[in-house]
């Protein structure tokens, strides 16, 4: 599989990694064999770079990757995680050197690992990306070998420009993919020059870019696909990117129809790696077969400039109104 040096880490990672979410909570059960299963999988399949957070399933998630480290110690894999969503209130505040060092060493502890390859602020309050006691803090948890990196998760272009602009951070994890394309015009741009990494994440808009789902479709109650679809539980722009469900359905079916044999969910994944910038994406998977899946996407030949231009069509015309003034 291809490899693109992940901003600022100076670590060459797999173009298509995995996200870890799905082996935490949020997305209906997933036993332990079958998360190790996709982790084997994608690991099997050239991936090397894993993407968790230490709120996915209250550890859940880092504590099955840390099984499987201790499975395949020389995997040669960079493990990302995330932290600050564990704050109780979410509030600025809570962003403290006390804070920021007790959810580093419980994410040590359940990778089972001395230092974090890297830390990212799990999209805190707008404020924490311009206070810089916060990143001060990170900058002597890098100083002390606790982690290798960190860098940060955003909800919005606007504050993934702000988190560019500081020296220390080194990548930038934000939504994109077909339906979020907003991050093409300014973010991605200004990460290339500053030398920031991007990881894309949602890059299959939650399901809707997989091409498996209909008006009809329902989620169980434990899926924030059902809890979160406006923005109950955190940031609606993370449930479907923030697009009406039965809007990305419809638009969905033409994405299908562009996609002929390679399948949706590998066309939106090669879109994604098209766009100049991004270091890594991190599709998420429920089975091993998901995740084969996935990582076969990156043997796509580039898209042609034809199915791009209908994909930015799509976009505009159907898609823009509902997601890019927000995000």
């Not at 799990?122 to 982690?147: I, W």
């Not at 033409?254 to 996609?259: D, F, R």
């Not at 209908?310 to 505009?316: I, N, P, V």
Request: proline share 4%.
């Amino acid at each position: 599989m291809e490899h693109r040096v992940l901003g600022r880490t100076g670590r060459e990672v797999s173009v298509v990694g995995l996200g870890c979410w799905q082996l935490g909570a949020d997305w209906g059960r997933v036993d332990e064999a079958d998360a190790l299963a996709v982790l084997h999988a994608a690991v099997d399949s050239g991936v090397t770079f894993l993407d968790t957070a230490d709120v996915y399933g209250d550890g859940r998630s880092e504590r099955l990757i840390g099984r499987f480290l201790a499975e395949r110690p020389d995997a040669g894999v960079v493990v990302a995680t995330k932290c600050g969503r564990r704050a109780d209130p979410h509030v600025p505040e809570a962003f403290t050197r006390e804070n920021l060092r007790a959810w580093t060493d419980r994410s040590r502890a359940n990778l089972g690992v001395d230092r974090l390859d890297l830390v990212q602020l799990h999209c805190p309050p707008t404020p924490v990306f311009s206070t810089d006691e916060v990143f001060d803090a990170l900058d002597e948890l890098v100083d002390e070998g606790a982690l290798a990196a960190y860098g940060v998760s955003v909800e919005t272009c606007a504050e993934a420009l702000t988190a560019i602009a500081r020296p220390g951070v080194a990548s930038v994890q934000i939504i994109l993919n077909v339906f979020r394309r907003k991050p093409l015009e300014r973010v991605l741009p200004a990460a290339q020059q500053a030398g920031v990494g991007i990881i894309a994440r949602v890059p299959l808009a939650s399901g809707l870019l997989s091409g498996r789902y209909d008006e009809n479709t329902t989620f169980g109650a434990d899926d924030h696909r059902t809890y979160n679809r406006h923005g109950e539980a955190f940031d609606v722009g993370e449930t479907f990117s923030g697009v009406p469900f039965e809007v990305g359905v419809s638009a969905a079916r033409e994405v299908t129809g562009l996609a002929g044999e390679a399948g949706t969910a590998a066309l939106a994944l090669r879109w994604v790696l098209d766009q100049p910038g991004v270091s890594v994406v991190i599709p998420g998977a429920r089975d091993a077969g998901q995740a084969r899946a996935n990582a076969a996407a990156a043997d796509l030949a580039p898209l042609s400039a034809q199915t791009q231009a209908a994909l930015r069509r799509l976009y505009d015309e159907r898609i823009r109104e509902h997601v890019h003034d927000r995000w």
